[in-house]
């Protein structure tokens, strides 16, 4: 019966998407001209925006499954149409996003997001935080980090010239005396990793970096071929710290607004 329930509850979200999806298309059509979308302009219309018949041509599909698409039926679009109605429609990247979201599937050309550029004033708003915190890229690259942190992890990042908190985990022995139960937080950290990265897995910087962890410590490729995924959530961080002794943090991670492969993580100390 809950399944029962739980599904017809989904297929409702599903159709409720769908038609938001529709009406949202409609809307955006309206704006764009026939020029901006590379048509001759024509005579007069007597309502704004390209017509179906158009975004049709221009995506490569039939105007039939195009006005089903708007109408918010139960159709397969793949990613590759909803790319090319998202540029045909010249959409920003909030409403790309939301497009995408609509539709339940990823984005094909996310790395165009990625060139974003990040505040100016990052270091800034990361040092107005009282509990250890700092900023990661898709890498687990350290962006940004502030005093706090430092104290906690005894200077680390600031003594890597590049630092990355895998390559900390498993290549600096400082780790393994600081983080508490130090094996199963790595074999953790790797699949919160897998996680993570996956909408960036064809990129090159990523790639290299997981390539060279595998050369370089054993104990990573081990755990990276078992194919463990599991949701970066936070939850209590434990460390054994030479001068405040056995320490209990909960993690909370935001996402950035503008570069969506970046992160905030912070150390709360409100843990009993």
Excluded at 32 to 40: D, I, Q
Excluded at 52 to 70: D, F, H, K, P
Excluded at 129 to 134: E, K, L, M
Aim: charged residues 30%.
């Amino acid at each position: 019966m809950e399944r029962t329930e739980a599904a017809t509850s989904e297929r409702q979200a599903h159709s409720v998407r769908r038609r938001a999806l529709g009406d949202f298309l409609r809307s955006v059509r309206a704006r764009v001209t026939p020029e901006s979308a590379g048509l001759p302009g024509g005579a007069r219309r007597r309502t704004p925006g390209l017509r179906r018949e158009e975004v049709a041509q221009l995506a490569g599909i039939s105007v039939t499954w195009y006005t089903w698409i708007e109408q918010g039926r139960d159709i397969t679009v793949s990613p590759g149409v909803w790319a090319r109605l998202a540029n045909i429609l010249h959409l920003t990247r909030a409403e790309r996003h939301y497009l995408f979201e609509l539709a339940e599937c990823a984005d094909p050309e996310h790395g165009a997001a990625l060139t974003d550029p990040l505040p100016t004033d990052l270091d800034a708003c990361v040092n107005s935080i009282t509990v250890p915190a700092y900023v990661l890229d898709r890498c687990w690259n350290v962006l940004a980090r502030n005093e706090p942190l430092l104290a906690l992890f005894g200077g680390w990042p600031d003594r890597s010239p590049q630092p990355n908190l895998l390559r900390y985990i498993f290549e600096d022995p400082a780790a393994r005396d600081l983080v508490v139960d130090w094996d199963s937080r790595a074999r953790r950290v790797v699949a919160e990793f897998r996680a993570d990265a996956a909408p960036y897995a064809d990129e090159p910087d990523l790639r290299a970096l997981i390539d060279d962890l595998q050369a370089r410590s054993p104990l990573f490729s081990h755990w990276w071929t078992r194919q463990t995924v599991v949701e970066r959530e936070g939850g209590n961080r434990e460390f054994r710290h030479p001068r405040l002794g056995h320490v209990t943090y909960r993690q909370i991670t935001f996402r950035l607004a503008i570069r969506p492969d970046c992160k905030l993580v912070m150390l709360l100390t409100d843990v009993d």
